[in-house]
């Protein structure tokens, strides 16, 4: 008899604590499994009058247990496994309203608003496309979240095995400029689907949103999701050439630049081109150079007019050494897609495997500027719009300058590591309030990079005062077509600004 209840309790504790996870999830199953297993255990030392009683409870909890798994697992089993048959065809209007969004949110720094019915057509039309799809039928609702708590987006899923419904919810979370999906529950009539089966949902859902897919195809950088009472609001950049694409923006510029007085020669170049003509350069100790566009020497027709080069050359005949080149940057890049699309990853590898003297960073620059170029900011950078834009992008830069700056000074702790802080190429020097409050917001962010380097031991160059107010002079944005990269002499103070560094 003892040995009975001990055997018998342990089998229902399984049984039934399973059976109760289905109905009411896990945690009440652990709670009834681990209530079994103590009953089975105590029977072991109790009265024959008490070992009774509790085998009797056991007894009809592993009974039935049996019969709510089963049933459980049939209606679990039959519901996802059926994926014959058709899915409700999408409001025709309402896609093409989605669709429509999603292709204008293809700019340099976009926000994309999309609303329950809109994300409701724009998933149907994605479920017609998956052969293994048991959803026939799903509909949305927003649930926004407390402070710091993003929220959920709750669903109700028609399936096609007939009479059956899902229902559920989705959180959706940033990962370094990327969206994590993540099914938090999800249930088929009054049963809780398992582990197992919620993973098998949480994989559809993430490939018929494919949101990482379209992020990494768009080299897109999410800095924000924000759930409203019937919306969600998405906001990030894309990796551009240039960043200038509002139209209003452009107009306004083009006025501006129009009404300068005059075009002043710029000065002397100080360090001058570099030796090296190409992004490597064999030798050892090395420089190691990661960034976006300014890095990638965009803005002049060779590497050795760029600031890589031509710092590479002034720490030569400043050390009197030779030095190696590894140049990383990657024209369009944020800290987002620098995390995500491999730059940090491949230098890292790099440094891990070879001797490190110098390593300088430029990036953030694509984390802001498309915003300010966008017509939410073409007004003024306090407009509703404008400001949360800023404040999502200086959120995400943090974060993600924190791992980019950590992980750098964690793999070469012997290297003089120098960040290299972004200018405003929106700066003219007419002293316009536009231009003042670009400069303002530029410090802001440069403020934070300088907060994060410090505390991590990495040197601060100031690339922003030396090309304050001199875009006319330093860059091509008086060119026919504004681009923000620098003119080979904007890339000689920004080598001189890091060589001023290191003293």
Known sequence: MKSATLVLGALAAVVAGAATALLLGDVPGYVVAGALLVMGITGLFASPRVRKTLLTVI???LVGGLAIAGWGALTVTSALGSTAGPVTQPDAAVLTAADDKIDAANTAAFRLELTEDEMRAFTLDALRTETDNPIADITFDVIPGAAGDGGQLRFSADLKSGGSRANGAVAARLVSGGVSV?????GLGPFQVPGLAKGAIEDLVARVADFDALLAERRADVQAITFTEDTIVITGTQARTGVLTSESFLTAFAKQAASTVEVVAPPPERIGAGVVNT???GGAPFYVALGDSLAA?????QPRDGYVSRFHKAIQERNGAIYGLRNF??????TGSMIRGGQLDEAVAFMEVNEVAFVTIDIGANNLLGHLASDDCSQSLEDAACAQRIADSFAAYTADLERILGAVAATAPDATIVFLTMYNPFN???GTELETAMDETTEELNAIASGVASGLGVLVADGFSPMRGTAQLTTHMVDATPDIHPLPIGFDILASALLDALD
């Open 428 to 430: 003219l020097g007419l």
């Open 59 to 61: 007894a009809v909890a």
């Open 182 to 186: 993540e099914v938090i529950d999800v």
């Open 297 to 301: 020497n965009v803005g002049v027709d």
């Open 329 to 334: 940057g990657i024209s369009g890049e944020s």
């Open 279 to 281: 992004t490597t350069e």
